[in-house]
Structures are given as C-alpha cells and as structure tokens.
C-alpha cells in the first residue's frame, strides 16, 4: 500500500494535497540515482539467485544456498533494493504521507519477514549458512 496505492492516489488526485512541499534538484537528482540502482540490484539478485527465487517464504527440494554474485556481498539483495526503492520514493515524491510510504511498508516487511526467513535458511542449511552469515551483512555491506 505504501509503495503503490499511496503514491498513486497522490498522482491521481487532490487527496494528500495538504501535505505537498517543493520539490528541490538535489533530492530530486538523488532519488533519480536511487531508483536507477533499486532497479539494477533487484534485477542483478533476482539473475543471481535464479530458481531460487520465490515470493513466499518457502525453500524449494532443490533449493540452493546462493552466496556468489550480489549474494557474497549481501545476504538479501532484493530487500535492499527495495528499501533503496522506498529512498527514491520518498525523495522524488513531494508528500509528507505518500512520499515515505514505502519506507513505513518495507520497515513492517523487514519486521515480520527477515528474521523468519533467516531461521528457515539456518534450518535447512545449517553451518554453511552460519559461516555465510559471519562473512555477509544483511543490507548494507559492510553495516547491517
């Protein structure tokens, strides 16, 4: 909801008007950067983790532990984009509500599904996963 319906009913009506604000280069240069390497880093972990993939929490028969490409340097690429997408969102959106929208809806993703999906990939894979999670941060290289 925050990352489409907010943003389009800013686009589409009058609605959230009161919280408009000006729109400045910078923010607007930087939300630009921000989209631009949202997109290349969801399609460059979605190419890397292949098969693998699945948009609910579930591991496949023939699931993989993926930790080459964008995966030897984060744990879970697709969240990072998006909470790069939710930067670039908020950034070229000039709107108190529907600008951070997306921010306020990856923080609740990231509460209900990060550490679940962590302890699915321990039980299945085990120390491998554990030494992976010793040398990987889970979005940001080298911080988190």
């Not at 209900?112 to 010793?134: K, N």
């Amino acid at each position: 909801m925050g990352g489409f319906v907010l943003p389009l009913v800013f686009i589409l009506s009058s609605l959230f008007s009161f919280a408009d604000y000006a729109l400045r280069l910078l923010p607007l240069l930087g939300g630009i950067m921000c989209l631009g390497f949202s997109f290349w880093l969801f399609h460059r972990s979605h190419a890397d983790l292949g098969t693998n993939w699945s948009n609910s929490l579930e591991l496949r028969e023939n699931h993989q532990l993926i930790i080459s490409g964008i995966y030897k340097s984060i744990r879970h690429p697709m969240y990072a984009a998006i909470f790069v997408y939710a930067i670039a969102q908020a950034l070229l959106l000039s709107n108190w509500l529907a600008g951070p929208g997306c921010l306020a809806a990856f923080v609740l993703m990231l509460v209900f599904r990060l550490r679940p999906e962590e302890r699915m990939m321990l039980e299945r894979f085990g120390r491998p996963y554990q030494d992976y999670v010793a040398k990987t941060k889970r979005l940001i290289p080298g911080i988190w």
